[in-house]
């Protein structure tokens, strides 16, 4: 039986207060937790909060993102800038900042604590699904070596069990739920046992974008890709073909029942041909019995054609000419970098692919340690701080 998450909200008032910009629905308790929440759309803030304020009364701090909860760096981005400013005004315990998210704002989980897994201790899905996250082609399993991700599938869930074995598979860090139900009260336990290290002895990321290079004490400050080290495989979550219809954007439940693909949102301004209520029941002459044949019949897709669906609406048939396109997948080429401290002997061993400069923030109580990268010793970090080094030159102090 799969793992649910049961509403079980218990009528709490709370006496927090509910600052926290425009960025932000927020209810301030000084000095806690952090839950960072993202709703399942923007509309859904309000309800959302509503539903979640009795945190508070357990001593977090509650705000829920009003922004985008899409899969993208833009997205990411905008939660890590609105984001210093809540920690400050809550003067949260930096050790203790979880992320969650419902819905679409649960599958944005996965992509953002692959792409910023520094900013959390712990993050948890509800519902939602990671193959949007996926089929980024940015999801990188072994930035989330530290974090924790636990999923909570919806019942009935049709792609669950595959989904969590690719993530599984590629070594995505997905946790095991500890109860097959839970409520509020065993989700904030599960959180809260969870504290973020500021300097793990261990760190191991992956990326192709520059914007996107920190790795908690660690950046690489010039990518190479010509730097290559076949110790240091991709860590890449493999997606799919990511085939779909160019009819704009539309989103469906693949667990609701046929015929075809209910249509159940459209973006804000949607000015493509379809309407919600629409259901898509065949393409390109393929009979489509439900969201989950759809899914399984885009996947086979590996060519971009001319094509036409057939859309049932108001009891009525009616084609619409499109296409099967394919996404442009981007950071084909991608860096990755381990780092570990070595306490006995005091020294950093740096193990790194595509990299060709790179920028390290050692502690007071690391110094001095001796560095070595790829197997060259680069130098000795006297005392606490920034320093950094490039390919072929000496570790220094980075400049003021």
Same mark, same amino acid.
Do not use: I
């Given at each position: 039986m799969p793992v649910r998450f049961v509403l079980l909200w218990m009528a709490l008032a709370t006496g927090a207060t509910q600052p926290g910009g425009s960025s932000w629905q927020a209810s301030i308790v000084p %000095? %806690? *937790? /952090?839950? /960072?929440?993202? *709703? $399942?759309?923007?509309?859904? /803030?309000q309800e959302t909060f509503d539903r979640w304020r009795p945190a508070a009364q357990a001593g977090w701090s509650l705000a829920v993102w009003r922004g985008s909860v899409a899969c993208s760096d833009a997205t990411v981005s905008a939660i890590e800038q609105a984001l210093g400013p809540l920690l400050t005004e809550s003067k949260a315990d930096q050790q203790r900042v979880y992320l969650v998210g419902e819905g679409a704002g649960a599958s944005a989980v996965f992509y953002i604590a692959s792409r910023r897994p520094d900013l959390w201790a712990a993050a948890a899905a509800l519902g939602g699904n990671p193959r949007v996250a996926i089929e980024t082609n940015r999801l990188f399993a072994a930035n989330t070596a530290l974090i924790p991700v636990l999923w909570? *599938?919806?019942?009935?869930?049709?792609?669950a069990a595959s989904m969590a074995r690719r993530l599984r598979? $590629? %070594?995505?860090?997905?946790?095991?739920? *500890?109860?097959?139900?839970?409520?509020?009260?065993d989700l904030l336990a599960w959180l809260g046992s969870r504290r973020k290290e500021t300097f793990p002895t261990k760190i191991d990321c992956e990326t192709g974008h520059p914007g996107f290079?920190?790795?908690y004490w660690a950046e690489i400050t010039r990518l190479d890709f010509n730097q290559r080290n076949d110790a240091l495989p991709s860590s890449r979550v493999p997606p799919g073909s990511g085939a779909s219809l160019a009819l704009g954007g539309f989103g469906f439940d693949p667990a609701a029942p046929g015929p075809g693909v209910l249509v159940g949102w459209l973006p804000e301004n949607y000015k493509g041909p379809l309407r919600l209520g629409d259901r898509i029941v065949a393409v390109a002459g393929r009979e489509i019995a439900?969201?989950? $044949?759809?899914?399984?019949?885009?996947?086979?897709q590996t060519e971009e054609r001319n094509t036409a669906v057939m859309v049932l609406r108001d009891g009525r048939r009616m084609r619409i000419e499109t296409r099967i396109v394919l996404p442009k997948r981007e950071e084909a080429q991608t860096a990755r970098i381990q780092a570990e401290y070595l306490p006995d002997t005091r020294e950093i061993f740096v193990v790194t692919r595509g990299v060709a400069g790179l920028r390290l923030d050692v502690p007071a109580f690391w110094a001095p340690v001796r560095i070595n990268w790829n197997g060259l010793e680069a130098g000795v970090a006297e005392r606490g701080g920034c320093w950094e080094t490039e390919v072929g030159q000496p570790l220094r102090p980075c400049p003021r």
């Open positions: %000095g %806690g *937790p /952090v839950l /960072v929440l993202l *709703p $399942a759309s923007r509309e859904g /803030v909570l *599938p919806r019942e009935n869930d049709p792609l598979e $590629a %070594g995505y860090h997905l946790a095991d739920p *500890p109860k097959e139900q839970m409520t509020l009260s290079a920190r790795c439900d969201g989950r $044949a759809y899914l399984e019949f885009m996947e086979r």
